[in-house]
């Protein structure tokens, strides 16, 4: 009985380091990145938006997906979190927080051309821990008072 139970873990674990993952979808298109006007306010999900953190907004793709969202000028990347619904201007397929958008090219820019791939669960696990961790997002009501007794320092 042991040796059963002991022999099926290590078909199921010899089967799980061996098998081939199908390649993830990847998305090519225009991408764009919020402007200031969204700081503070609520997203489609129910989060407060903010620049500082590293989220994404898409039509369709469900919320809290990760995507690797890659400039195709510059070949920088970024990991993101969707939280949002959108874009909504014809031809662009993923708009970006400014701090995702700063980290793949020049924000004067304005639009991208990327390419986005779903992100698998290990992929993620070479993330810092607290790139995970979704930071203390403040109500737009709130944000004169809250910059006030809490110095932001870049």
């Given at each position: 009985m042991k040796l059963t139970g002991l022999l099926l873990f290590f078909l199921f674990l010899g089967?799980?380091?061996?098998?081939?993952?199908?390649?993830?979808?990847?998305l090519k298109g225009k991408a764009s990145f919020y402007s200031n006007w969204f700081d503070g306010r609520l997203t489609a999900n129910g989060e407060f938006f903010s620049q500082e953190e590293y989220t994404a907004a898409h039509k369709t793709l469900p919320?809290?997906?990760?995507?690797e969202v890659t400039n195709l000028d510059n070949k920088k990347s970024?990991?993101?979190?969707?939280?949002?619904?959108?874009?909504?201007v014809k031809g662009r397929i993923i708009d970006l927080s400014r701090?995702?958008?700063?980290?793949?090219g020049d924000?004067?820019?304005?639009?991208?051309n990327v390419e986005i791939r779903l992100v698998n669960s290990r992929d993620l696990m070479i993330l810092p821990l607290d790139f995970l961790v979704k930071k203390k997002s403040v109500p737009l009501r709130q944000r004169s008072s809250y910059l006030d007794f809490n110095l932001i320092t870049p």
């Amino acid at each position: 009985m042991k040796l059963t139970g002991l022999l099926l873990f290590f078909l199921f674990l010899g089967g799980c380091l061996f098998a081939q993952d199908s390649p993830l979808p990847v998305l090519k298109g225009k991408a764009s990145f919020y402007s200031n006007w969204f700081d503070g306010r609520l997203t489609a999900n129910g989060e407060f938006f903010s620049q500082e953190e590293y989220t994404a907004a898409h039509k369709t793709l469900p919320f809290d997906t990760w995507l690797e969202v890659t400039n195709l000028d510059n070949k920088k990347s970024v990991f993101v979190r969707i939280n949002d619904r959108g874009p909504y201007v014809k031809g662009r397929i993923i708009d970006l927080s400014r701090a995702a958008a700063k980290a793949i090219g020049d924000l004067n820019q304005g639009i991208f051309n990327v390419e986005i791939r779903l992100v698998n669960s290990r992929d993620l696990m070479i993330l810092p821990l607290d790139f995970l961790v979704k930071k203390k997002s403040v109500p737009l009501r709130q944000r004169s008072s809250y910059l006030d007794f809490n110095l932001i320092t870049p």
